[in-house]
């Protein structure tokens, strides 16, 4: 029997992926970096080198501690390796670094018994699997269906758009994993900064008739979709109030009961050097992670958000990524479900 198998974003979790940050450094300073998370900068303005070992160190005792949390409730928590990204690697095209592992969810995502690398935006992401090629090959093995996609060129015309709306051009599937939310039969597919149209239509031809693929366009053009919505069970989505609202939200979506979060709490916890360097939003403490339908890991800081999810009759585990701002990754970013119980199941009409 498989090991691999994850049909949405809420249902008991079994066994997951948690990143670790060793050795990260912020992606090499190209057109794919100032694309995808400094679309407001010159190339010159990107900050470059190696994350703060302050950053690193506190990182990594926050993630040993969300594991240790996992592992008390009987989840199964693997490790990828730590990964020299210091070092240059290259295509014909062009050259970079690594960047880091601390978020498996941006580069595969799980549906069914499917892993999938996806065709990632930044050039500094493009081996970052390799990290994770033991774990693949042991699910492999156990009988999941392993899949890359057509590795994209990156070229710098894919990244010669306008950049008050920076999508990638449609000349190959380019996007990351984390511009996908998972409802079973049915698939959100963000279109934004680190995913052009093309890649949704490269995932729907690789998934099948039986799965549905929506797109999500103009509404936020800033990386991922998962500090934009949070799938919290069946019939209840978490929303992002500066990004969406009752008349944007995607049709499909609108059978559900759909709650916005409060503003986040504790955003000026650090210096303005500090922000400068940050790679992730100001809602980056709204990425939640669920570990049952009637589970979910949240920001210990976000109080306001806790009392909301509370009341929908969710026990909150209070955690802490004190870097989650610097590193751009949340709870459900830092993680990769490969294993939940329950069906593939079809929520909407």
Not at 3 to 28: K, Y
Not at 217 to 242: E, M, Q, W
Request: net charge negative; proline share 6%; charged share 25%.
């Amino acid at each position: 029997m498989s090991r691999v198998w994850s049909c949405n974003e809420w249902d008991q979790l079994e066994e997951v992926i948690v990143g670790n940050p060793l050795r990260a450094r912020f992606p090499t300073p190209d057109r794919s970096t100032q694309l995808a998370e400094f679309p407001d900068r010159s190339l010159d303005e990107i900050p470059r080198g190696s994350f703060d070992q302050r950053v690193i160190e506190e990182t990594e005792d926050d993630l040993n501690e969300f594991v240790q949390v996992l592992e008390g409730m009987g989840v199964t928590v693997r490790r990828p390796e730590t990964w020299p990204h210091e070092v240059t690697f290259s295509t014909i095209n062009w050259e970079a670094q690594g960047y880091y592992n601390y978020c498996p969810r941006d580069i595969m995502m799980v549906v069914g018994d499917q892993i999938i690398e996806t065709p990632n935006v930044i050039r500094s992401r493009s081996q970052e699997t390799y990290s994770y090629r033991k774990l693949l090959l042991e699910y492999m093995n156990s009988g999941a269906r392993w899949y890359a996609a057509p590795k994209p060129m990156l070229l710098d015309k894919l990244f010669d758009v306008d950049m008050s709306k920076p999508v990638p051009r449609n000349d190959e599937p380019a996007f990351d994993a984390a511009n996908v939310l998972r409802f079973g039969q049915d698939l959100l597919y963000l279109v934004s900064a680190t995913g052009n149209e093309m890649g949704g239509h490269w995932l729907q031809t690789i998934l099948g008739d039986r799965f549905r693929v929506h797109f999500l366009k103009d509404v936020y053009y800033g990386s991922h979709i998962d500090s934009t919505f949070v799938a919290l069970r069946p019939g209840l989505v978490l929303c992002n109030p500066a990004r969406v609202n009752d008349d944007t939200l995607p049709e499909f979506l609108k059978q559900w009961k759909v709650i916005y979060s409060p503003p986040m709490e504790n955003t000026e916890t650090y210096d303005a050097n500090y922000m400068r360097k940050a790679i992730g939003s100001d809602w980056i403490d709204m990425n939640a992670f669920s570990i049952s339908p009637t589970q979910v890991v949240v920001d210990r800081d976000q109080t306001a958000l806790i009392k909301v999810l509370e009341k929908e009759g969710l026990d909150v585990i209070a955690l802490k990524l004190r870097h989650s701002k610097m590193l751009g990754g949340g709870f459900h970013c830092v993680t990769l479900d490969v294993r939940r119980s329950g069906p593939l199941d079809k929520y909407f009409d």
